[in-house]
């Protein structure tokens, strides 16, 4: 169940927090001499305690003092402040909590704050028998507040968590076919059209990368496509949203070893991704043409898998050398990115657990991103990153990096050498777009093996926050 975000007349809570521009403004609460020389002496004991608490047994009052940081910083230090609320929320276990702005200038704050406290709320307790469920039900605000706001903030929260499910869920409930299912239905009822190709389409169409890697498999592959198209929209191309949908990698017969295949469920986040992200535009009514693409199978190993060594012919006609069956993201996406043409897109913008070259690069705090003649979209895309806290880093696509995915026997191989494993792969992507285009390797965002405050232990729904602040009107 998600956390609901909403305005209330009300005041009889059980938890109240407090927003301040500085300690001094305690005294615009409510408070007894003793609870204010409390606050103080904790505040100055402490050295700025970002947040103090007061148990009244009756209720439990909080006091948070924004953070001196400025722009993006002061907002991600009120989500991580809310992320932290919300573990106290539940320990005491209370449903419902009142966040004030005592300075009425921090709505900015209030948002950020009650967002990491939905966000860092979610559970996964499908398949548990005795789930514990958070108690904490609702974030209310004081009357006044922007209403589409808020509306929109929940609808984020939604589609997040709509993608951290699809991404929790283990590939024997959720193979291409299922996936497809679902999200298909979730579309439609916001009024997305939706079609999918089955694998006799995808054969017809000649989709050989996407069919190369569902060669193992004893379930079916799907393409995916998802338009939302409002009246009167106010681009004239539109944009395109690709996702790899890999719901589980083995590795093919280059098998992953030891422990790397244990969370490989999640090689279909950027998949997730895309479809929470239409969802959320879609419920938001953005003004906007966007079309998801969605290319989805798993990689297993059987007596027809695909091998290294093998020439495989694209959607496009290119021929690739498998030179390693583990580099099958790039295969699916490869179709799927020149079936994009078709739209004579504004932009594409694709999203993939791609490398683990660009987890070990810089890890779980930034995604790597890389673009080809999309200057202007990369450089808005990293303004709205920063605000959501969902930071870009940008890797270069200099065309020294083209010399090493070079075949000697078809027209490129699917895998360069030892350096610059990130890069070439988006080399490799590079070569099937003739239009604005962004690449986001989310390997080392999508997925954690512990909770980092409001991201939650295992999927994150990264980048759907991204896409829906960069959609907005």
């Not at 548990?128 to 507040?145: A, I, M, Q, R």
């Not at 054969?203 to 009246?231: C, Q, R, Y």
């Not at 799927?336 to 490398?355: G, H, I, N, Q, R």
Request: some cysteine; charged content about 25%; glycine content about 6%.
């Amino acid at each position: 169940m998600n956390t609901i975000i909403k305005t209330t007349s009300r005041n009889d809570f059980k938890a109240k927090v407090y927003i301040l521009n500085a300690i001094e403004q305690i005294d615009n609460v409510s408070l007894s001499q003793e609870e204010i020389n409390y606050i103080n002496e904790c505040y100055e004991s402490s050295k700025g305690k970002k947040t103090i608490h007061i148990n009244r047994f009756t209720e439990h009052l909080y006091f948070y003092i924004i953070s001196k940081e400025e722009g993006c910083r002061r907002l991600e230090e009120a989500r991580r402040s809310g992320a932290s609320m919300t573990t106290r929320i539940n320990k005491h276990n209370i449903e419902e909590v009142l966040v004030a702005d005592v300075a009425q200038s921090n709505a900015d704050v209030l948002y950020a704050y009650a967002e990491g406290m939905a966000l860092a709320n979610y559970q996964f307790n499908k398949y548990k028998s005795e789930p514990k469920d958070n108690s904490l039900k609702t974030v209310c605000f004081e009357e006044g507040f922007d209403e589409d706001m808020i509306e929109r903030l929940n609808v984020t929260i939604e589609a997040t968590l709509m993608a951290r499910d699809l991404v929790n869920e283990p590939v024997n409930n959720l193979n291409a076919v299922q996936f497809a299912d679902i999200v298909s239905a979730r579309l439609r009822e916001v009024g997305v059209h939706v079609e999918v190709f089955n694998k006799k389409k995808i054969e017809t169409l000649k989709m050989g990368g996407l069919l190369a890697v569902n060669a193992g498999s004893l379930d079916e592959p799907t393409f995916t496509i998802a338009e939302w198209k409002p009246e009167n929209h106010i681009n004239e191309k539109p944009y395109v949203l690709v996702g790899k949908g890999v719901v589980y990698d083995t590795g093919g017969y280059n098998l992953k070893t030891g422990t790397y295949m244990a969370d490989m469920k999640h090689d279909m986040a950027g998949a997730a991704t895309v479809a929470a992200a239409l969802y959320g535009i879609a419920k938001t009514k953005s003004p906007y043409h966007v079309v998801a693409l969605i290319p989805a199978t798993d990689n297993r190993i059987d007596g027809n898998a695909h091998v290294p060594g093998d020439i495989v012919t694209m959607f496009d006609g290119t021929t690739v050398e498998i030179v390693n069956t583990d580099a099958e993201g790039r295969m699916i996406l490869a179709d799927a990115l020149s079936y994009a043409k078709k739209y004579e897109p504004a932009a594409v913008f694709d999203f993939a657990t791609l490398t683990g070259a660009a987890s070990v690069a810089i890890g779980p705090v930034a995604t790597v991103a890389m673009h080809h003649n999309a200057e202007d979209a990369f450089c808005q895309l990293k303004e709205k990153g920063n605000e959501v806290y969902e930071r870009l880093v940008e890797f270069p696509l200099w065309e020294e990096y083209e010399e090493l995915i070079k075949s000697s026997v078809a027209d490129i191989k699917n895998v360069g050498s030892k350096y610059g494993g990130a890069i070439t792969a988006g080399k490799f992507l590079e070569h099937f777009v003739d239009y604005p285009w962004i690449h986001f390797d989310i390997a080392g965002t999508a997925f954690l093996d512990g909770r980092d405050s409001y991201r939650t232990q295992g999927a994150t729904g990264v980048h759907v926050r991204l896409l829906m602040k960069y959609f907005e009107k």
